[in-house]
């Protein structure tokens, strides 16, 4: 159980192309998902937080104009990077956290990330 | 500013050896440490620590967290090839949305 498919795994694009990543718990409802990135040899770094059904939270120096969340329902999370350039070129990583029983006893499951490389 | 700063930045040891992985962290609004192993993709989810003092156990793996002096350990025995990969420490915030601050990672190489 507690599984989270995030799509696409690989895109490369020209710049000023925009790319929508999806993120969905196949098996349960998430009412926070989590969007970090990653770059090579270092660790995660929180983007955003997306809440279904309001408006995501965004870290420090995180542009929400550029990434753009979207948490239409209970499974499912989208990010869009806009007009995407060679510095958005990334590892990104979806994650979500069941809403069963309380929330802060539930780990965070990961999706497989999206390698985003902007040419 | 909040701080969770994992040690050794890397590590290679060889089949069967045993290994010790080290997290601190300097966070306000601790709820709990969390520990994952990542190899190509994503990482996985391994421990979830709340209380101080109580082990955690599953298979050759296992970790405990000191909440006193603030840090954690994880502990591979009889290490595998397949142990290989970055293992990274979580430390996540007592809110609504608790989210979380990764460490830097350990990189562990097991050598054959």
């Known amino acids: 159980g507690a599984v989270v498919s995030q799509h696409p795994s690989w895109v490369i694009c020209k710049s000023g192309t925009s790319v929508k990543i999806e993120c969905r718990s196949l098996d349960f409802q998430a009412t926070t998902m989590f969007w970090y990135r990653q770059f090579p040899k270092q660790s995660l770094m929180l983007m955003a937080t997306?809440?279904?059904?309001?408006?995501?939270?965004?870290e420090q120096g995180v542009e929400k104009d550029k990434f753009l969340i979207n948490h239409a329902s209970l499974t499912l999370s989208t990010l869009t990077v806009t007009s995407a350039h060679p510095e958005d070129s990334s590892f990104y990583i979806c994650s979500a956290r069941s809403n069963r029983g309380a929330a802060s006893n539930q780990p965070q499951h990961f999706g497989d990330g999206t390698r985003l490389s902007i040419l | 500013e909040d701080k969770v700063v994992q040690s050794p930045l890397s590590l290679v040891v060889h089949e069967g050896d045993t290994v010790t992985l080290n997290c601190s962290y300097e966070?306000?609004?601790?709820?709990?440490l969390l520990w994952y192993k990542q190899e190509k993709k994503a990482p996985t989810f391994l421990f979830m620590l709340?209380?101080?003092?109580i082990e955690k156990k599953s298979g050759r793996l296992s970790s405990i967290l000191d909440k006193k002096e603030l840090f954690s350990i994880l502990n591979i025995t009889a290490t595998q090839t397949g142990d290989s990969a970055v293992y990274l420490c979580?430390?996540?915030?007592?809110?609504?949305?608790?989210?979380?601050?990764f460490g830097d990672g350990t990189t562990l190489t097991v050598k054959p």
């Open positions: 997306s809440n279904e059904g309001s408006k995501a939270t965004y």
């Open positions: 979580a430390v996540r915030y007592n809110t609504n949305a608790g989210k979380s601050t």
């Open positions: 709340t209380s101080s003092g």
């Open positions: 966070v306000t609004n601790f709820r709990s």
